[in-house]
């Protein structure tokens, strides 16, 4: 099983609105992402997490709120987003040791923030 | 701070031609992956690329490393309208986080 599932797949939310992105992977991988790309650009990194800490916050607006509540699970909590934050929102998971540090993507999130 | 260049931004190419995209990148990264993207997708992985000289080959298309020159290419045979895409260079740093940092991106087009 090489999935990243990422729910919901698509979100429309008002700027005075709280939503919850949520990931999920059951490779055993202990690295997990959260990417942002907007339209015709490459994905950003925005926040990392290692053993269920985050390791790396690429100084994200604190809207953006990160929580890895066990190895498999990522949620990524919205509020008081912006119209510019509108955009696709990318899981992704990774081993933290081993040969080949691969990332693999959920299918995504498409946000739009009205 | 690590940046990853790709050229060309857009490629328009016909059927049965070759050609080949270039990634480029700042500081030190062992770790190079080669992503393609359809419209409105996600990204579907097409090589990994984990040390020197490195080649890499999956049907029409071709990676290679060179990590003296800072340099992957992504090389393209006899191209088929399937392969129509965005396809995206990314350099990895801070083993451990697999910490991606991405290309422009390139937007290949097939024509018949």
């Known amino acids: 099983d090489t999935e990243v599932t990422q729910t919901p797949k698509h979100l429309v939310m008002g700027m005075t609105n709280k939503k919850s992105l949520k990931c999920e992977q059951h490779?055993?991988?202990?690295?997990m992402y959260w990417y942002k790309q907007k339209a015709k650009k490459p994905p950003e990194l925005m926040f990392v997490?290692?053993?269920?800490?985050?390791?790396i916050n690429e100084s994200v607006p604190s809207r953006f709120s990160p929580e890895c509540p066990n190895s498999s699970l990522l949620n990524l909590h919205l509020h008081a987003l912006q119209p510019e934050d509108s955009a696709l929102y990318l899981c992704?998971?990774?081993?933290?040791?081993?040969?080949?540090?691969?990332?693999?993507f959920g299918q995504g999130t498409r946000l739009t923030v009205v | 701070e690590l940046k990853v260049e790709q050229n060309p931004l857009f490629l328009s190419m016909q059927e049965g031609k070759n050609y080949t995209i270039y990634c480029n990148y700042s500081?030190?990264?062992?770790?190079l992956y080669w992503y393609r993207q359809d419209p409105g997708k996600s990204l579907e992985s097409l090589f990994v690329?984990?040390?020197?000289?490195a080649v890499k080959q999956e049907g029409r298309l071709m990676a290679s490393l060179d990590t003296k020159a800072r340099l992957s290419t992504l090389h393209i045979t006899a191209a088929v309208h399937d392969l129509s895409a965005t396809y995206f260079c990314?350099?990895?740093?801070?083993?451990?986080?697999?910490?991606?940092?991405f290309g422009t991106g390139t937007r290949l087009t097939i024509i018949p």
């Open positions: 992704a998971s990774s081993q933290v040791s081993g040969a080949i540090p691969e990332a693999f």
């Open positions: 490779m055993g991988h202990r690295a």
């Open positions: 997490y290692s053993y269920e800490k985050l390791s």
């Open positions: 500081t030190t990264s062992d770790r």
């Open positions: 690329l984990l040390s020197n000289g």
């Open positions: 990314a350099a990895g740093t801070n083993f451990g986080n697999e910490k991606l940092t």
